[in-house]
C-alpha cells in the first residue's frame, strides 16, 4: 500500500526530484500497466496541479485515451492529428508553447494553452503518448522534456 504523496514547492527541477523517487516507490513491485499508470497521472496531478495529464495508447493504429487526471477528454485521436498524433507519428517529444498556433491542434478544452506530448518508446516500437496540458501559456520547457521522458523510463511497458 502506498503512502501519501510528499508534495514538495521549489523549482521545477526540485520538485521532478522530489517526485521522482516516490514515483521508483510507488511503481516497485507493481507490474499492472493500467495501476501504475494511473498513479504516475495522479502524482503528476497531485505534485504540479497540471490542469490536465494523461495517457493514450495506441490500439489498433490510434492513440486511445488511458487513464488521466482532469477534465473529461478526446477518446481517440487519429495518426498524425494534433499535437498527440503528431508525437506519435514523429516519434519526438512536441513541446507547444501556444496550443492556438498549433496547426490542427485538438481542443479537448477551450481552458488548454500549452501543452508536452512525449511518446512512449519501447523496444523500437511506440506504445502511446503522455500528454499534459497547462491553462497558462509557455508552462513547459526542457526541463519537463527531461524529466517526464526520465518517468516514462520508470514505467514497466508490458504492453
Ligand atoms: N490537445 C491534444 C488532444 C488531447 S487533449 O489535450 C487531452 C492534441 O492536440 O493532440
Not at 46 to 51: D, E, L, T
Request: aromatic share 8%.
Amino acid at each position: 500500500m502506498a503512502e501519501d504523496l510528499h508534495v514538495t514547492a521549489g523549482s521545477k527541477e526540485d520538485q521532478y526530484n522530489n517526485l521522482i523517487p516516490q514515483l521508483v516507490g510507488l511503481l516497485h513491485g507493481e507490474d499492472d500497466l493500467v495501476a501504475n499508470m494511473s498513479n504516475v497521472v495522479a502524482a503528476l496531478k497531485q505534485q504540479f496541479g497540471f490542469f490536465w495529464v494523461g495517457f493514450y495508447l495506441v490500439k489498433q493504429d490510434e492513440l486511445v485515451l488511458g487513464p488521466f487526471q482532469g477534465p473529461v477528454a478526446c477518446t481517440r485521436i487519429q495518426r498524425g492529428r494534433g499535437v498527440c498524433g503528431s508525437a506519435w507519428e514523429k516519434g519526438i517529444t512536441l513541446i507547444v508553447p501556444d496550443v492556438s498556433k498549433f496547426p490542427g491542434h485538438i481542443a479537448c478544452s477551450s481552458l488548454s494553452k500549452s501543452e508536452i506530448v512525449i511518446p512512449i518508446k519501447h523496444k523500437g516500437n511506440i506504445l502511446g503518448v503522455l500528454d499534459v496540458d497547462s491553462d497558462t501559456l509557455n508552462a513547459f520547457d526542457q526541463i519537463d522534456k527531461l524529466y517526464l521522458e526520465k518517468i516514462l523510463g520508470l514505467i514497466e511497458w508490458n504492453y
